[in-house]
Nanobody, 123 residues
């Protein structure tokens, strides 16, 4: 499974971005999907996850209400809508495909990773 993330960029604080991640596999709809992020000098952290059919979502507590994960299985694509962006949201954002139909909050629950897309929020 190859994952291609895009949509990153530079935005001012308070702005919004939508990331997308497209998977190469026809089995995309069988896998939970997730987004993680990694800021310079920090560990990669969980952002959001969604089950294979989209019926269940998970969010990092600190991001609830600002970020929304969704997916379109017909397009093999998962999205991350980010609003009210803050400087501390600056990071490389990675999408990942889970080992099962359910997303998790830890890296070991994911098998395939995209290359990452940079999000930079300026004050």
């Amino acid at each position: 499974v190859q994952l291609q993330a895009c949509g990153g960029g530079s935005v001012q604080a308070g702005g919004f971005l939508t990331l997308s991640c497209t998977a190469s596999a026809r089995t995309f709809s069988n896998n939970g999907m997730g987004w993680f992020r990694q800021a310079p000098g920090q560990e990669r952290e969980f952002v959001a996850g969604i089950s294979s059919r989209g019926g269940s979502t998970l969010y990092a507590d600190s991001l609830k209400g600002r970020f929304t994960i969704s997916r379109d299985n017909a397009k093999n694509t998962v999205y991350l809508q980010m609003t009210s962006l803050k400087v501390e949201d600056t990071a490389v954002y990675y999408c990942a495909a889970a080992l099962s139909a359910y997303a998790g909050t830890t890296r070991d629950r994911y098998r395939y990773w995209g290359q990452g897309t940079q999000v930079t929020v300026s004050s």
